[in-house]
DNA sequence: GCCGCGCTCATGTCTACACATATGGGCGAG
DNA sequence: CTCGCCCATATGTGTAGACATGAGCGCGGC
């Protein structure tokens, strides 16, 4: 019966739960299964895995509880859009939030061009020398005044559509947030003094302090974008609301 | 049998999941069960609620996966000391940070005084007007350098313990993480210039960048705690690691 | 042709049982 | 008295089956 399933030891020092798991979520983070993918029935799965409903069950549950699943009763089970934000510290679209202020929100490109990482820059670690990058700086404005100036490297080893977007009109962050699923992030949050070239781009005296958010997102072990954003101080706060579960 | 429980549907409309996890959850955020408190077993849970053993499993497992509680074998399930961090975006505890960095933590209480919430301070939004407060005023050193002086408030109607803490050693929100468990919080995260008070406890120039971190930490509806923390742009970084689920 | 009743099926919840596993504490040997 | 082994026990994991619920869909009546 099923037991010659159990009888398969040598490799795994896993559980079934996990594996399972593990199998479920992986196809999910790949991108092999799309948001909106159905995955199959408890059913199915059950004969695939040679294990009883409760077990599939259980992983499942514990998929809709992480926020990567939804199921509809009658329907099946479904893969979650990706989530505009995490319900914890959100990654922010600004645009979404100067509008949300009541504010008028503008955009423009500044620079833009193609290269290959380095590494000497530290905004590089993470980002193999000798990838392709995107590189823009863009400034971000509120009611017509600037707000954020904001630096950005794309990888294109992850994301080569990149090379081809204009992001004369769209900021890169909106653009990433709609069309690349991450797993997991970075923030680096601090204080310093607007440099001249910041001065002047924020239109604030030089030495005005600043709020500098670093971003590096990743998908699995990969950098998809780091991107650096000084905020005028007096223009500009972070908030974050979260409970200490989900 | 343990059908009678069964035929008990008039007043709840909730599952049976759902009225046990709400039990114990209550038990253990109201403070009933305090941290280190070793929980019922399964077996006395499952004869308390009539219910079989995989239905207090599978509640106890949620809030294992919520961070409640934490379990042993052979030895029970324990109510988990409140988490110095969350895993999304700690509550620092700057002691463990600096220690965490090697350097020496150094702390100094400057002010202490018990008063009653006026109402006027913005910081005092979300403590009942007339509420009795504790108010503090500390430094926290690195080195022997100062990198953060912090203004606190503790609302003595939720934890009226403070009242009689000696906080000349022991910084508040320590003392607070480790005596007092929370359901929320709410960061705000600013830049702003050092003022001349300000300057002088930093030991920096007035109008040098520094990092505000304001918090006000909840527990239910009742606010437990704020604080605002203002670091030298040129000493600290806020770092958050997370991701879409937790 | 349209509406609504009812069947069907996938998930939701729960039970009763079974075996695995790790560990705290007792007991016996040295 | 101390150390180490062993066992009782609480949790960890999984199975097989049962009934409840609710939404999709087709069929039949109007």
Known sequence: MTVSAKTVPPAEPTTLH???????EGKILSG??????RIPFE?????????????????????????LIERRR????????PRIQSAVLEIPDLANEIA??????GYRLLSRRLRVAG??????????????????RCLHLSNGRPFAVE??????????????????RTAPGSWLLGHVPWTAAEHRISALAAGAREARDLDVTKGAPCLCLERRTFRAEQTITYARQLFRGDAYNLVAHFSPKG
């Open 18 to 24: 996990q594996r399972i798991r593990a199998d479920l």
């Open 151 to 168: 630096d950005r490297l794309i990888a294109l080893a992850v994301v080569p559509e990149a090379a081809s977007v204009d992001f004369s």
């Open 74 to 81: 009658r329907a099946g089970s479904f893969v979650i859009q």
């Open 32 to 37: 092999e299964w799309k948001p909106g993918h």
């Open 100 to 105: 949300a202020r009541g504010e008028a929100y």
């Open 119 to 136: 590494g000497a820059d530290p905004a590089e670690s993470g980002m193999a020398t000798g990838e392709g990058v995107v590189e823009l």
């Open 43 to 67: 059913h199915e799965l059950m004969a695939q895995y040679g294990c009883a409903r409760m077990t599939v069950n259980k992983v499942i549950a514990g998929l809709v509880a992480a926020g």
